[in-house]
């Protein structure tokens, strides 16, 4: 067996088994993720070595499902096996009290099985699969407790959302297939010209979608009416990951202009999704609005030509979100919400939660020797050293500054205060959850030397002193900020308008749905005028149709009546010869014999 | 010698299988004598796929194994399968039920022996086997129904054949052979080729039950047991029109036959369903439909020779026909004999009811069911020889069929009636085989032919 298919194989074996079983769940899905990670970690090794290759199966004419285990697809395998296990173990705990455990499980094997098949995929076809597979997976994870209308909307939003980013995807996959003849993502993204820019600015769009980046950010923070597993996930390695993870992938094709492009889009989001999160009354949408501002920096990172910034950050990202998730949702269990209402004071009574919280968020505003504070370094490297430096720079270090202040400002509100807590059922699992994702997150900053030496792509220049003092610089003095300074004034003028999500003159409802209704009242309005119309010729024809059937009654009825009758008297007539006297049938036949010679004597006499 | 017995494989396996079937009652072993007949039809059947394709004669041409006749055993040998397991229910636990299926063998191999014939004397074999089993299944039940019916089947039978002898006689009298591959040769004696041709039309009309030499039919069907009917319906009818598209394809194009074939086609179509329209009785009914259907199955015969299209649709429409045929009797056996037993199943065996409503719609013709394929075969044939004439006449009969039909399928669905169907599971695995053929035969040949 081709050591590609170990990642993939176990999560679906075990969605398959809890659909089937419906007992021992978490074992079931655990062992999945178990299994998943250490094939994963296998072929890492074997890629390092050398030995790993590439599995052709049967897809469409010509064009086969390729599973390529490069360096670089085998890593991120890691990653998403190593959240995954861990965010299991903590649903252990998280979901003890919970209905629908068989849905819950089976739905987070399944979609782990098609992350990892989305980041070993080595063509378009199987990575359109697998793409749409995480897509929907989010969707039944958001949707887990559909009872609740929010929980509904929210998972209805994000999918409606990313279907519509999709579409870029699949004009993307459409446009390099027919320019390069094959689906093969490596020979295809050595496309060029005018094809590779509108493929690489679809391509954008697509990961536009899945990462929330700007204006698409929307769906991310109502996402967080599923359960908090299910968020930590999809927030670190997974479906918000796959947007970053296909740039990354697909940089070898993106010409300045798309690069251009990318790097705004990221440096917009990073620092409007920090705004965001610094006005948000919320844990968990305070993480989320800070999960698309992170993922703002990485697409900086791809935009500044250093896609190897962007996957150092994406892992580093990866093991600290979900930590920081993965504790929120301890806070949660202990106080029934996730408001910062409930919240205050909630890191005294959970002291180790909040201390991997603690850890993680000082990672992630970058504070050294922590993870991030390498990753962030390497993209505000890569920022500096690229050619829109003038304006990358800034929008990194304003993107740090925010972090470093949001954070802060979440633990502050975290620590102070006090509220009432509930005893939590099956905190040891959430612990372990919680611990086993913050030790990475905490020393995968000394890693980085050995996955750079491992991935053959090209890293920043401008290593230096100044890298360094500015990016500690912008984290240390929005920490400050974030925990003296309150969130209103701080932000000023901005802090309702951010509040709403720093909605333009009322978001995209009013953008776009707004419009679109009232086109569809125009047409509902017009069908209605068609349709009055169609139904004015109907009454007039019916009432010519009538006045033919009258004439119809009397004429045609009366022949058909005569037809039926004649046809019965018949009928009767061969009845009655059929008299059932032997003597008399054989005379009948016997005549019938006679004419027939007769008939063809005389046939054969004219001839 | 060799190869001509390895030709005739099969029906040398049918001729043992009726000897075995026999040897089986002779030990009082009915039920033996029952399995061992079914596996000896069904191995025959598999000894006949390995001929198709194969288009020779054998011994000295006086037998052929073509298309006709292979296809003739890949039809009649499963029909005689259902029949014996609908037979199974009306013999069951009677003094001599193993002779029933030796003697169903012994006439489907007159029929196999018909629809191969090649030569004057086959027919005669084929005509007297067939007759000779058929009789005395008839006859079986000992009531004075059926032996009465049986007493006319058997003067009927004897006077045609007698007729049919007698032409033949001019045949071979005018070629100096029995072989109907030299009736080619007597192009010079025209009356001598008419009077041997009415003489077979005669023979072969009875057994097929065409109109006028019908009259037998509606009374042996009644007297007969159900299955025995059903059989009737289907074996020896195939097999005899079958022969009769041997005997044609060898007449010259111009002798006035065609004629003939087409005026007995219309008389039988209209008077079958003329006469079909006013039976209360559902085995008159159902014979005096067969006898209709046997007119469509000359608009195929009367292409011979001169269209690619008759031996397929001829073929397609026995197909078919035994299918939809069989399992309309299977469907009756189970309500009883009379149009008020179906009162009302559709609601109480919506599935038996389903299974009727699509035999009779196949045997009007109804696309997409075998009996529209089959019969729009049969329609190309005849107009592929400028015969829309006749074409057209069938084509309104169908139309009349509808009618005829529409007397069983509306009271099924009747509201405030009851049916008591007793069903066997006999009666349900006929009705599902044939069910099945049906929709299957209709949508292949929809598919891969037309």
């Known amino acids: ?607 | 010698m060799g190869p001509d017995l390895a030709l005739l494989t099969p029906e040398i396996a049918v001729l043992l299988t009726a000897i075995a079937a026999l040897i089986a009652e002779m030990l009082r072993r009915p039920r033996i004598s029952l399995v061992v007949a079914v596996i000896g039809l069904l191995v025959a059947t598999g000894l006949t796929l390995r001929l198709v394709g194969t288009d020779t004669t054998v011994f000295g041409g006086s037998f052929r194994v073509d298309t006709l006749s292979t296809w003739a055993k890949l039809i009649l040998l499963p029909a005689t399968v259902l029949s014996m397991l609908l037979a199974r229910v009306d013999v069951c636990g009677s003094a001599r039920e193993g002779t029933v299926y030796s003697l169903l063998c012994f006439a489907t191999f007159g029929a196999l022996v018909l629809a191969g014939a090649g030569d004057t004397m086959f027919l005669v074999l084929g005509t007297l086997l067939t007759g000779l089993a058929t009789f005395a299944l008839v006859a079986y039940p000992d009531t004075d129904p059926a032996t009465e019916a049986a007493m006319k089947f058997f003067v009927f039978a004897s006077v045609t054949t007698a007729v049919m002898i007698f032409g033949l006689s001019y045949w071979f009298g005018a070629s100096g052979s029995t072989l109907l591959a030299d009736l080619p040769g007597m192009d010079t004696m025209p009356m001598a080729v008419i009077l041997g041709f009415v003489a077979v039309v005669v023979g072969l009309g009875y057994k097929a039950s065409l109109v006028p030499f019908h009259f037998w039919a509606p009374d042996a069907y009644e007297g007969a047991p159900l299955s025995i009917a059903a059989y009737l319906s289907v074996v020896p009818k195939v097999g005899a029109l079958f022969a009769l598209t041997q005997v044609v394809r060898e007449l010259p194009a111009d002798s006035g036959w065609t004629a003939v074939i087409a005026g007995l086609a219309v008389l039988s179509m209209t008077y079958g369903y003329l006469a079909a329209l006013v039976q209360d009785n559902v085995i008159r009914l159902l014979a005096y439909s067969s006898i209709a259907q046997s007119g469509y199955f000359l608009l195929g015969i009367v292409a011979v020779g001169s269209s690619e299209l008759a031996l397929p649709s001829i073929i397609l429409f026995a197909a078919a026909y035994a299918a939809m045929n069989l399992g309309a009797f299977a469907v009756t056996a189970a309500t009883g004999r009379t149009l008020s037993g179906f009162g009302g199943l559709g609601r109480a065996r919506p599935l038996m009811g389903i299974a009727m409503v699509i035999f009779l719609l196949s045997l009007v013709g109804i696309p997409p069911l075998a009996g529209f394929v089959g019969k729009f075969m049969l329609f190309a044939a005849a107009i592929d020889v400028q015969f829309t004439w006749l074409a057209v006449v069938a084509i309104v009969n169908s139309v009349l069929s509808l009618a005829v039909y529409l007397r069983i399928i509306v009271p099924m669905y009747r509201r405030g009636e009851s049916a008591s169907a007793a069903t066997d599971p006999s009666h349900g695995i006929v009705v599902i085989t044939a069910f099945a053929a049906t929709l299957i035969i209709g949508l292949a040949a929809q598919l891969f032919i037309v």
């Open chain 1, 1 to 607: 067996m081709n050591a590609v298919v170990l990642p993939i194989l176990p999560p679906l074996i075990a969605a398959l088994a809890v659909l089937i079983l419906r007992r021992g769940l978490p074992a079931l899905a655990l062992a999945g993720a178990t299994l998943s990670l250490a094939g994963s970690l296998w072929l890492l090794v074997r890629v390092t070595n050398g030995q790993a290759e590439t599995l052709l199966l049967p897809g469409l004419p010509d064009m086969p499902l390729r599973l390529v285990p490069g360096p670089l697809t085998s890593l991120l395998a890691v990653a998403v096996a190593t959240v995954g296990t861990f965010v299991l173990i903590h649903a252990v705990g998280y979901m003890r009290r919970e209905s629908g455990q068989a849905r819950f499980y089976a739905v987070m094997s399944l979609f782990l099985a098609a992350m990892q098949a989305l980041v070993l995929a080595g063509d378009w076809i199987l990575l359109l699969a697998a793409w749409e597979l995480i897509g929907l997976c989010s969707y039944l994870l958001i949707g887990f407790w559909f009872q609740r209308p929010e929980a509904a909307n929210a998972a209805s939003r994000a999918f409606l959302y990313t279907r519509s980013a999709d579409l870029g995807l699949y004009v993307a996959v459409f446009l390099l297939i027919g320019s390069a003849g094959t689906s093969e993502i490596a020979v295809s993204l050595e496309a060029g010209g005018s094809v590779s820019t509108a493929a690489g600015l679809l391509l954008l769009l697509a990961a536009m979608g899945k990462s929330a980046q700007i204006p698409l950010q929307d769906w991310l923070m109502r996402a967080m009416a599923g359960p908090t597993p299910v968020s930590a996930l999809l927030h670190s390695a997974t479906l918000v990951a796959a947007g970053a993870i296909l740039l990354i992938r697909s940089a070898p094709l993106l010409t300045p202009e798309v690069l251009f492009a990318v790097g705004l889009v990221g440096g917009i989001t990073t620092v409007a999704a920090g705004v965001i999160a610094l006005a948000e009354h919320d844990l968990k949408r305070l993480l989320a609005a800070s999960t698309a501002s992170q993922y703002g920096l990485m697409l900086i990172a791809v935009g500044a030509g250093v896609p190897l910034a962007a996957l150092l950050h994406l892992l580093a990202h990866a093991a600290i979100k979900s930590a920081l998730f993965l504790a929120a949702g301890d806070f949660q269990h202990a106080r029934g919400g996730t408001a910062f209402d409930q919240l205050k004071g909630v890191g005294r009574a959970r002291p180790w939660a909040f201390a991997g919280f603690v850890l993680a968020a000082l990672a992630l505003a970058g504070i050294p020797p922590l993870s991030g504070f390498f990753s962030k370094d390497a993209v505000i490297a890569a920022a500096l050293s690229a050619s829109g430096a003038p304006w990358l720079g800034p929008l990194v270090l304003a993107g740090t500054l925010l972090t470093g202040a949001y954070m802060a400002r979440a633990l502050r509100l975290l620590w102070q205060g006090s509220g009432e807590n509930q005893p939590v059922a099956g905190s040891a699992w959430m612990r372990v959850g919680i611990w086993g994702l913050v030790i990475p997150a905490v020393v995968l900053g000394f890693a980085f030397g050995p996955i750079e030496a491992i991935i053959e792509l090209p890293v920043a220049e401008a290593e230096g002193t100044s890298v360094v003092v500015l990016g500690l610089l912008a984290a240390v003095i929005g920490l400050a900020l974030g925990w003296l300074v309150s969130a209103p004034h701080l932000l000023g003028p901005v802090y309702r308008w951010a509040q709403r999500g720093l909605a333009v003159g009322g978001g995209l409802t009013a953008g776009v749905g707004r419009p679109a209704m009232a086109v569809a009242r125009g047409c509902d309005r017009l069908e209605g005028r068609l349709y009055a119309a169609v139904l004015g010729a109907g009454r007039a024809s019916l009432a010519v149709a009538r006045q033919v059937r009258v004439g119809d009654e009397r004429l045609i009825n009366g022949l058909i009546f005569s037809l039926v009758a004649g046809v019965r008297g018949l009928g009767a007539r061969a009845r009655t010869l059929q008299s059932g006297l032997i003597h008399h049938s054989l005379a009948i036949s016997a005549t019938a014999t006679a004419v027939l010679l007769v008939i063809l004597f005389s046939a054969s006499l004219s001839f």
